[in-house]
Structure formats: structure tokens, C-alpha cells
């Protein structure tokens, strides 16, 4: 049978993680739903109020910072006015400070160094940022606000990816990786391991590194990748 296993919102933890923001970091810590909360900060309403309108338009904007989105693109993915969000995005920021702080000192420091750097020290530079081209500048401080986080993303995945395969051997188990995909590791496991591969899994992916929220893995089993996600 197949294992899937992939991080929980891995890329909003590492956000709130790298922002050091109370509010996102205490959604997670909580364990609550963090689309909840943030329709939540948005719209001014209690978590229990929120509906499922509202939490979709959350969705899209924690999805959409996290790779460095602007009002334009949510406007645009959302199919509203430009102003409306823009009002939307500033309630987010509103209800999360220091979200908007790291953003704006990430672009600050990457200009004066010409690069970011991940959680584990990886370097991406970006010379965008000194150009003379307005549009390609504004290319280069959305590079210099995703880069961190999705850059520590894969850090985490592939520092889980090598040690789950040491991890395998070790224990003697007949699993094996067979599949990544974005944030999601296949196994292909004998059933007589089942119980044994998805603790092993969960132990080794949730541990990749040591965040202030906790790292969480949805693992499902299938005979196939379609039913085991």
C-alpha cells in the first residue's frame, strides 16, 4: 500500500514562525484553524461566526503572502474591486503587525545584503532589487518576502526527506520512499508495517526542525496515491 504524508500549512507556520507574530503563533499553538482565525481579524467578526465565504476569502490571503501577493492579485483572484483589497489586506495586517514588519524589513535588509537567507542559511540573491526598471524592482521585494519563507519550506522537507530514508533503514523496515511531491512524501509500505511507518513518519517530519508553532503531517494509507491522500 501507498503512505502519503504531507506538512500542514507548512508555509504559514514558517511565516508565523519567522515573524514571530502573537497572533498567528498562538492560532497554531492553539491548534485551531488558522483560515478561522485570520476571516476572523479580517472581517471583524468571533472565529464562531465565521462563514464559509469568509474563510475562503482568508484562505487565499494567507496562501497569497506567503508567495509575496499584493492587493492587485487578490483583487484579481477574487474578483473584487482594487480598494476593497487593499481594505482587506490592511485588516490583515492590522490583526497581524508583525507580519507586515518582517515583509518590509526582509525587503530592507535583503537590498543592503543583495540576498535572503532560509532558517537553515541557504542564500538566494536577488539583484532585481537594484535595477533600474520601477516593475522589475517591485519584482525583487516580492522575491525578497516569499523567498524566506518558501526557501525554510523546503528546507524542513528535505532535511524530513533524508532523515526519514536513514530513518527506514535503521529500523530494518521494508518501506521506502518512493514519490515527493511539493510538500508531500509517497512511501511505499508493506501492510504488515503500516502502524510502524506512519509513527516513524510523523515522528521524523513533525521533528525537521524545532519552530515556535509545532510542525504538523496529514498521513493517509491507499492502494493507490489518489486514495492514500
Same mark, same amino acid.
Not at 504524508?5 to 514571530?20: M, P, V
Given at each position: 500500500?501507498?503512505?502519503?504524508?504531507?506538512?500542514?500549512?507548512?508555509?504559514?507556520?514558517?511565516? $508565523?514562525?519567522?515573524?514571530?507574530?502573537?497572533?498567528?503563533?498562538? &492560532?497554531?499553538?492553539?491548534?485551531?484553524?488558522?483560515?478561522?482565525?485570520? =476571516?476572523?481579524?479580517?472581517?471583524?467578526?468571533?472565529?464562531?461566526?465565521?462563514?464559509?465565504?469568509?474563510?475562503?476569502?482568508?484562505?487565499?490571503? !494567507?496562501?497569497?503572502? #506567503?508567495?509575496?501577493?499584493?492587493?492587485?492579485?487578490? =483583487?484579481?483572484? %477574487?474578483?473584487?474591486?482594487?480598494?476593497? $483589497?487593499?481594505?482587506?489586506?490592511? $485588516?490583515?495586517? #492590522?490583526?497581524?503587525?508583525?507580519?507586515?514588519?518582517?515583509?518590509?524589513?526582509?525587503?530592507?535588509?535583503?537590498?543592503?545584503?543583495?540576498?535572503?537567507?532560509?532558517?537553515?542559511?541557504?542564500?538566494?540573491?536577488? +539583484?532585481?532589487?537594484?535595477?533600474? !526598471?520601477?516593475?522589475?524592482?517591485?519584482?525583487?521585494?516580492?522575491?525578497?518576502?516569499? &523567498?524566506?519563507?518558501?526557501?525554510?519550506? =523546503?528546507?524542513?522537507?528535505?532535511? =524530513?526527506?533524508?532523515?526519514?530514508?536513514?530513518?527506514?533503514?535503521?529500523?530494518?523496515?521494508?518501506?521506502?520512499?518512493?514519490?515527493?511531491?511539493?510538500?508531500?512524501?509517497?512511501?511505499?509500505?508493506? @501492510?504488515?508495517?503500516?502502524?510502524?511507518?506512519? &509513527?516513524?513518519?510523523?515522528?521524523? %517530519?513533525?521533528?525537521? &526542525?524545532?519552530?515556535?508553532? +509545532? @510542525?504538523?503531517?496529514?498521513?493517509?494509507?491507499?492502494? !493507490?496515491?489518489?486514495?492514500?491522500?
Amino acid at each position: 500500500m501507498l503512505l502519503s504524508s504531507d506538512y500542514s500549512q507548512i508555509e504559514l507556520r514558517i511565516l $508565523a514562525h519567522l515573524a514571530n507574530d502573537p497572533g498567528l503563533v498562538d &492560532a497554531f499553538e492553539r491548534g485551531t484553524d488558522i483560515h478561522t482565525v485570520t =476571516a476572523s481579524k479580517v472581517f471583524g467578526v468571533a472565529e464562531e461566526d465565521v462563514d464559509s465565504h469568509q474563510r475562503r476569502f482568508a484562505k487565499v490571503i !494567507n496562501y497569497g503572502l #506567503a508567495y509575496g501577493m499584493e492587493a492587485y492579485g487578490l =483583487a484579481q483572484r %477574487m474578483d473584487i474591486p482594487n480598494d476593497q $483589497a487593499r481594505d482587506i489586506l490592511e $485588516a490583515f495586517f #492590522a490583526g497581524f503587525p508583525r507580519v507586515r514588519e518582517f515583509m518590509d524589513q526582509t525587503v530592507i535588509e535583503a537590498r543592503r545584503l543583495g540576498y535572503t537567507s532560509t532558517i537553515m542559511g541557504r542564500r538566494r540573491r536577488i +539583484p532585481e532589487l537594484a535595477s533600474d !526598471n520601477f516593475r522589475i524592482r517591485q519584482m525583487g521585494e516580492r522575491m525578497a518576502q516569499n &523567498a524566506p519563507v518558501q526557501g525554510s519550506a =523546503a528546507d524542513v522537507f528535505k532535511v =524530513a526527506t533524508v532523515r526519514l530514508a536513514h530513518a527506514l533503514k535503521e529500523e530494518g523496515l521494508l518501506s521506502r520512499i518512493v514519490l515527493t511531491v511539493h510538500d508531500e512524501l509517497v512511501l511505499e509500505v508493506p @501492510l504488515s508495517e503500516k502502524d510502524a511507518c506512519e &509513527a516513524l513518519t510523523r515522528s521524523v %517530519m513533525e521533528g525537521a &526542525a524545532h519552530l515556535l508553532v +509545532p @510542525l504538523v503531517v496529514d498521513i493517509g494509507f491507499g492502494p !493507490n496515491w489518489a486514495e492514500a491522500k
